[in-house]
Nanobody
Framework: QVQLVESGGGLVQTGGSLRLSCAAS????????MAWFRQAPGKEREFVAG????????YYADSVKGRFTISKDNAKNTVYLQMNSLKPEDTAVYYC??????????????????WGQGTQVTVSS
């Protein structure tokens, strides 16, 4: 059993910053890649950022490149998403997810078998 708990969401004005955290338990965290997804009202859940099991490799959706940074702290069983230069279009519920298989990375929802309940991020105009 894997449990993921997101925190750090909130309301911020355009251009502001937020840092999301996702605390994991129930599986050997260091062996699995992690990712952040988001879902806006009326939209499908989409990939935002991913990080390899060691934290050495990161990858991002085009919409957030240069603004968001994902990181992974295996000692703390936690993955982070630093969000800078936020825009109204970043408004969504943000979810962290753990890959279903060790040592692999993915951008696809189908490859992640553990999900948090989400944290709301709202960016005002």
């Amino acid at each position: 059993q894997v449990q993921l708990v997101e925190s750090g969401g909130g309301l911020v004005q355009t251009g502001g910053s937020l840092r999301l955290s996702c605390a994991a338990s129930g599986r050997t965290f260091s062996l699995y890649s992690m990712a952040w997804f988001r879902q806006a009202p009326g939209k499908e859940r989409e990939f935002v950022a991913g990080v390899s099991r060691s934290g050495s490799t990161t990858y991002y959706a085009d919409s957030v490149k240069g603004r968001f940074t994902i990181s992974k702290d295996n000692a703390k069983n936690t993955v982070y998403l630093q969000m800078n230069s936020l825009k109204p279009e970043d408004t969504a519920v943000y979810y962290c997810a753990q890959d279903a298989r060790p040592y692999r990375t993915s951008r696809s929802r189908a490859d992640f078998d553990s999900w948090g309940q989400g944290t709301q991020v709202t960016v005002s105009s």
